[in-house]
Each structure stands twice: as C-alpha cells, then as structure tokens.
C-alpha cells in the first residue's frame, strides 16, 4: 500500500472519530516501509485539546501498546493547560517556537523555548504544560496507549462539548 493511501486512510479514521478519543482511535497497521512527505498530511480538530489545535495521525492507534506517531500544529497564542500522559511522550519541534514547562499549572513565565530541532520527553505522569506565540508545530511519538488528563478537569474540551 502507498504512504499517501496509508496516511489517507488514517484521516478518514480520525475525521470519522471526531474529536480523535486515543481511548477509541483505530490507525491502520503497516507491515512494510511507511513514507510520507508533509503534503500528503491530512489535518483535522483534536477534540482532546482546546480549540484551534489540528492532529495528522501518521503511525498508531493510540489505544493500543504500539508505536505512534503524530504531528500537531497550534495557531499562534495557543495554551494547553496542565496534563499528562499514560505513555512517554517524545516531542520534536517542526517548525515555530513551542514554549514547554513543568508543573501542575500553566505559567508561561516558567517555560523553556523549543525551537525547530528541539527535543523534549516527559515521563508517564509528569504534569506539564505549553503555549505557543506564533504557529507552531510538532511531531509526537511513543508506545501507546496514549491518553491525555488534565490536572484540572474544568480545563478539558471534552467535558465542555
């Protein structure tokens, strides 16, 4: 199957999903070499942040103990509030700043800048936080499941739909 089918087809399941529920995603498995150029990415909302923020699923699902990989695009004066995860997050910075902080409340005076090439890796369970000043995106990979909770319910999209 060609990359551009593969990651077609993983759209579709996100676009199908709606707000992308890791709990309940489906990607399609690859048994052969996946390749994929940045315009063959097909966006859409991720309902498990705030609004604005935009997922192409590349390599998944996100339910199962598999590997994933994601890329996340965020319009400028984006926050995520303080979370964590059930699964080692890696990030790498594709292209803007990504300002990233550690702790159970978003502070953006207590961040480090991630510019493009720039790593960051936050263990199961590390509350952590971000915001961007300009569009930003990033590429996020690990071994799944992956959930996202946030420290303080009242802050998830999903209990506000």
């Given at each position: 199957?060609?990359?551009?089918?593969?990651?077609?087809?993983?759209?579709?399941?996100?676009?199908?999903?709606?707000?992308?529920?890791?709990?309940?995603?489906?990607?399609?498995?690859?048994?052969?070499?996946?390749?994929?150029?940045?315009?063959?990415l097909k966006w859409s909302?991720?309902?498990?942040?705030?609004?604005?923020?935009?997922?192409?699923?590349?390599?998944?699902?996100?339910?199962?103990?598999?590997?994933?990989t994601m890329r996340l695009?965020?319009?400028?004066?984006?926050?995520?509030?303080?979370?964590?995860?059930?699964?080692?997050?890696?990030?790498?910075?594709?292209?803007?700043?990504?300002?990233?902080?550690?702790?159970?409340?978003?502070?953006?005076?207590?961040?480090?800048?991630?510019?493009?090439?720039?790593?960051?890796?936050?263990?199961?369970?590390?509350?952590?936080?971000?915001?961007?000043?300009?569009?930003?995106?990033?590429?996020?990979?690990?071994?799944?499941?992956?959930?996202?909770?946030?420290?303080?319910?009242?802050?998830?999209?999903?209990?506000?739909?």
């Open positions: 199957m060609k990359a551009s089918s593969i990651v077609t087809t993983l759209a579709a399941i996100t676009v199908a999903l709606g707000a992308l529920d890791p709990s309940t995603a489906r990607a399609q498995a690859h048994t052969d070499h996946l390749m994929v150029v940045p315009a063959e909302d991720v309902g498990s942040l705030p609004p604005g923020a935009k997922i192409a699923l590349i390599e998944g699902p996100l339910n199962e103990a598999k590997p994933f695009r965020f319009p400028a004066n984006y926050r995520i509030p303080a979370h964590f995860h059930t699964a080692i997050e890696h990030v790498t910075v594709i292209s803007g700043t990504f300002n990233m902080g550690a702790g159970s409340k978003l502070d953006t005076k207590a961040t480090r800048a991630l510019g493009p090439g720039s790593a960051a890796i936050m263990q199961v369970g590390a509350h952590h936080f971000a915001w961007t000043k300009g569009e930003t995106e990033i590429q996020v990979h690990g071994v799944g499941p992956w959930t996202i909770t946030y420290v303080n319910p009242t802050d998830d999209p999903r209990k506000k739909q």
